[in-house]
């Protein structure tokens, strides 16, 4: 296929058309732009002869308002002050002179755009309340008393001055204005001149350009030539097969990277139908045959050749025409069976490197319980000997030394977790309202001892009240804060730490504020070089560190990992030998402070009710611990060894509280779990904890998918116990008071004293639901509050209070609440006469 004739054919074309037609679009712009220059030019004249006319208009107005506000001056001062009427007719006649060229002049500037600035101005508007002020002294009578006179003459000398510098302040403007004009229209119009010869000068390079353009485009069709035959040797060397087809398929011509592809010879391959040779694609192919895309997607086929051999190729078509203006296709495949060999080895490098992530997950997890199983059992033992004996003084410093080390053991083992957690980026926490001082004290008092033991002194500057109430993750923020205190109290050896915090605004967003709080100590230091470093994971900082404590190197790295997670940012700022300042922003927004306690909520706290709960766990040494932690806590307790157990045990018995261990033989405590709640025993809607030493995020959410309540992380401690049991429903009736009360009183006086609480109760309940409300309604309600605790009706004690809030903030109770309320002591005083009727000793037990 050759190129050659066609260029040529279109160079002479190209030349002949130049050469006809280019000397009259030369002919045609020169005659405009001569007509362009004669009507810049009258256009230039009428501007100015307007513009020249207006000028003088206003400068005339202007010193003409100046002269008759003189001779208005000059009328006043001929008028004596025993004038006639000719001497005043003449006054009022130089008055209206004066008047008229003022309100010309004024309407003048309204319109007229250089004077408009000045119509505004401090000059003119003395002008014009001077001509108001002369305008009523002078109207009136015929004759002006003496003393308008005078007060006229006045008016008029004061009006001199501004009349005088608005007249110099107009006459500037309308002289800059004209000169100004003057000058931009002048500029315009040598631009239009320039812009003119420069279009001159362009269309003259445009006909020299234009001939020579012939005589090169001979020389292109030669250079065209080249380039084909430069293509054509190109194509020979490519590694890529190029096929040139028919729409139809049939091959005209091929490149030998193509006959190497197809393992054919040249003779064979032309005019062989290209959809025999990729027998998988034939169908995709003749579409894109037929459609002749300029250039289509890249597909993969696989290609077939006479030897029957298979191989994977990559295509890629482009349509175009040959020499005689025929449509071709033109077809460019590349072998890619190496690239298919690397993405297999690809993928199963990625394969294994997610079963290594799997089994790095599955891993902590099984390490995560296998190692807080123990450390529960050490820690929720030490826990009950330190809170519920008196050991000597050498038996307490060892009971300590042993605590210290297993909390430090499970800190470790939690810094570990909490990196894993954050490199699955598990969703942050939720924010809750939080008082900053309260916080930020309860957190001092857990590293106070840690710095007191080094020797240091810890000081606290907090936010006023106003700004101590935020809402912010309060527990992600609390281990962040622990992390920053318990390194200043570990590097700090006889020094000072100081923690500060404050509540700044933040500019970034409206009504949002960033929480500040800096922990400063006086330790070690840090290198400044180092200061990046520290943040890393398992980065313990330089020999110093390592020396003298101990830990994981994860801390930071949680730190700032976690802070990032909730918005905000660490700085940190350090010196080697000089202590260390780490600062916390974080944007948090203001929550309100709780209401005020009412006069019902300062009655005396009834002691923890006792409850049926349930323990399944499979470690006996756990399980013994957990039933003495719960039995110190006044709870009833009955133990499961696992899952199957745990099952009977929720069928045949209503239990308020259920903590189940998740890893235990048999049946596991998530598949305990649901068949507790799936089932129809009295245990189906009990408040299910798990009990766990897996800490993974995806551990946790699949515990709580299966309906487990909440998540109680081992070590299980009385203080963590005692906030899940508080926050159970109070019960109708608490067994362990009343069995106190049996203990102490004779059954007849027990029953004599139900009976007259139910009396009692009647009569208050009848007069709470009248109207109007009885005299000293509010000290019998609070009366019978005592009366109920004193037995232990704890959920009607708690009605009762809500009953004398409600009366003590409005005088009255709702009438549903009214109905809760006498509901509520059906149900108690139905309890309590099974209690203390003849079958005592069953309802005892």
Known sequence: MSLRPALRRWSARLTRAL????????????????????????????????????????TWLVAQAEVETLKLILALDRVAPDH?????????????????????????????????????????????????DLQQLLDGSTLLPTARLAEAQR????????????????????????????????????????????LIALLTLTVWVTTRLSRRLRLRSREAVRARANLERTLAASLDGVVVLRPDGSIVDANPAALALFGMTRTALIGTDF??????????????????????????????????????????????????????????????????????????????????????????????????????????????????????????????????????????INDVLDQARLDERAAPEEAVALNVTTL????????????????????????????????????????????????????????????????????AQQGQHLLSVEVADTGIGIAPDRLEAIFEPFERGENGY?????????????????????????????????????RILLPVAAAQAPLPESRSDLLPELPMAGQEVLIAEDNPTNRLVLREMLRHLGQSVTEAADGAEAILAANAKAFALILMDISMPRVDGLTATQAIRSGR????????????AHGLPEELERFHAGGLTEILPKPVTLARLRPILASLPEPVLDPAVLNELRALLPAAHLARTAAGLEAEAKAVLADLAGLPLAEGLAERLHRLQGACAMLGLRRLVQALRGAEAHLAETGACPPEATAALAALWEEAAQALATATGPQDGSAAE
Not at 470 to 497: D, Q, S, Y
């Open 19 to 58: 050469r006809r037609r280019i000397w009259l679009v030369l002919a045609i712009v020169l005659a405009g732009l001569v007509v362009l220059a004669l009507i810049g030019q009258s256009v230039r004249n009428r501007l100015e002869e307007a513009r020249t006319a207006q000028s003088e208009n206003a």
């Open 84 to 132: 006639g009427p000719e001497a005043e007719a003449e006054l009022r006649q130089a008055f209206d002179i004066y008047l008229s060229r003022v309100e010309v002049m004024d309407s003048y500037m309204a319109g007229f755009a250089v004077l408009a600035p000045l119509r505004d101005g401090e000059h003119w508007q003395q002008v014009r309340q001077g001509t108001r």
């Open 155 to 198: 008016t008029a000398l004061s009006l001199r001055k501004p009349m005088r510098a608005f007249t110099t302040d107009a006459l500037a403007a309308l002289v800059a204005a004209g000169i100004q004009g003057r000058e931009t229209l002048a500029t315009l119009l040598s631009r239009g001149a320039e812009i003119g010869f420069a």
């Open 546 to 582: 390592d020396r003298d404590t101990e830990g994981t190197g994860l801390g930071l790295g949680i730190a700032r990992r976690t802070v990032e997670a909730m918005g905000g940012r660490i700085e940190v700022s350090s010196q080697r030998g000089e202590g260390s300042s780490f």
């Open 681 to 692: 025993g009295p245990s189906a809607g009990a408040r299910i904890v798990a009990l766990t």
């Open 275 to 412: 959809r025999h040779l990729v027998p998988g694609g034939s169908a995709t192919l003749g579409g894109m045959l037929l459609r002749g895309a300029a250039t289509s997607p890249r597909i993969e086929l696989t290609a077939q050749r006479p030897n029957g051999q298979r191989l994977p190729v990559e295509l890629s078509l482009t349509a175009g025409d040959d020499a005689q203006g025929r449509p071709v296709r033109f077809a460019f495949l590349r072998d890619i069976s190496e690239r298919r060999s690397h993405e297999a080895s690809l993928r199963a490098a990625r394969d294994a490197a997610l079963q290594a992530a799997e089994a790095k997950q599955r891993f902590l997890a099984v390490m995560s319980h296998e190692m807080r199983t123990p450390l529960n059992g050490v820690i929720a033992a030490l826990d009950i000997l330190l809170r519920t004996t008196r050991p000597d003084p050498r038996q307490l410093q060892f009971l300590e030394i042993a605590e210290r080390s297993a909390n430090m053991a499970l800190e470790q």
């Open 440 to 507: 930020l004290s309860d957190m001092a008092g857990q590293v106070l001892p840690l710095a007191e033991a080094a020797g240091n002194r810890l000081t606290l500057s907090l936010p006023p009240p106003d700004q101590a109430w935020v809402r912010a993750p309060r527990r992600a923020l609390m281990r962040v804060l622990l992390n920053l205190a318990g390194n200043a109290a570990k590097f700090t050896r006889g020094g000072e730490i100081h923690i500060a915090a404050r509540l700044e605004p933040d500019g």
